[in-house]
């Protein structure tokens, strides 16, 4: 019998857990939509509900539970602080609490942290000593592997990138700012300007997109954009110019060797790489416009081999804090 991991994505839109190998191979998994708006214990339970299907299914010994949750969060000590895509969340020990129902020690970290690990030691970011993750989905979030270790920062509050400021007007952001990130170029700020262009004259097939999948969002405008839609490639522009920007941003910050991009909207990688690049091409200084940026080749799974990752530490790696794991 070999020792596996019980993962969880846990996401504003759904709630992912998976069994995962020491060797970051996912052998099954399940999806829930997320219980965001009906608080601490309706996501507990649904955690505890998909952890007894997959360990009923389970041949190998679980050695533990890896968490990717959004932040901001503290790592160390097992707290999630005020994430804004879940109500409710305000400052709970979700290590402790969900270790008491597991009956299983339970490893805590940013899902895009997690990812990013996820990526560096088994996706596009392998033999690169430093990555930039960005994930663009519901929210935006970031992390950094360097050299095998996650920037945590301060109380692990790092690398929060979907709430740096790119203007001083705009949308309001769920963390109560505007012109954050996240609210610009989002997924879900690119739903809401496709269901704005789907009322206008020219939004037709945006709004039929919509039919077909059964709700607006950033998926039909992708879908729009697929055929050839000029209003949906306009918003696509425009979607790429914001993360563009945000990139730029990042670069000469983190200065990293290579940017994995993931999340839902990496589905659309292939329209939006060519207006990023542009924008970088433009706006970054010379040193750093070379930075091979790259769709993740984990795709939905970075974050639970991610997770997976903080039960089964690299030999010689340091995850922490500056601990060695």
Not at 140 to 148: A, E, L, P
Request: charged fraction near 15%; proline fraction near 4%.
């Amino acid at each position: 019998m070999t020792a596996v991991a019980l993962a969880f994505d846990l996401g504003g839109t759904d709630l992912r857990a998976a069994i995962v190998s020491r060797a970051g191979e996912v052998r099954q998994s399940l999806t829930v939509p997320t219980r965001s708006r009906d608080g601490v214990d309706a996501v507990l339970d649904q955690m505890v509900s998909l952890a007894e299907k997959l360990t009923a299914q389970a041949a190998d010994e679980i050695a533990g539970v890896g968490l990717g949750a959004p932040g901001p969060l503290d790592p160390v000590a097992g707290v999630m602080i005020a994430p804004p895509t879940l109500a409710g969340w305000h400052d709970v020990p979700v290590v402790e609490r969900l270790s008491a129902r597991l009956s299983l020690p339970v490893f805590l970290d940013n899902d895009a942290n997690v990812a990013a690990l996820g990526e560096w030691r088994h996706g596009a970011g392998r033999g690169f000593e430093t990555v930039l993750f960005v994930t663009v989905s519901t929210g935006i979030g970031g992390g950094v592997v360097s050299h095998g270790r996650i920037f945590h920062g301060s109380r692990g509050l790092a690398v929060e990138i979907g709430h740096m400021t790119l203007s001083g007007s705009g949308p309001t952001c769920l963390c109560g700012n505007v012109g954050c990130f996240e609210a610009l170029a989002s997924g879900t700020a690119l739903g809401h300007r496709g269901a704005e262009a789907a009322l206008r004259p020219g939004g037709e097939k945006i709004a039929a997109a919509q039919i077909d999948i059964g709700r607006p969002g950033a998926r039909a405008v992708v879908e729009a954009a697929r055929v050839g839609d000029p209003v949906a490639l306009s918003l696509i522009a425009k979607e790429a110019e914001w993360l563009g920007i945000g990139l730029t941003n990042l670069l000469h910050i983190f200065s990293p060797d290579i940017v994995v991009i993931g999340g839902g909207l990496s589905n659309a990688f292939d329209l939006l790489i060519g207006g990023i690049r542009s924008v970088v091409a433009t706006r970054a200084m010379t040193a750093y416009r070379d930075v091979v940026i790259v769709r993740a080749e984990l795709g939905t799974n970075a974050g639970l081999v991610g997770a997976a990752g903080l039960v089964f530490p690299a030999q010689g790696v340091l995850t922490r804090g500056g601990d060695q794991t």
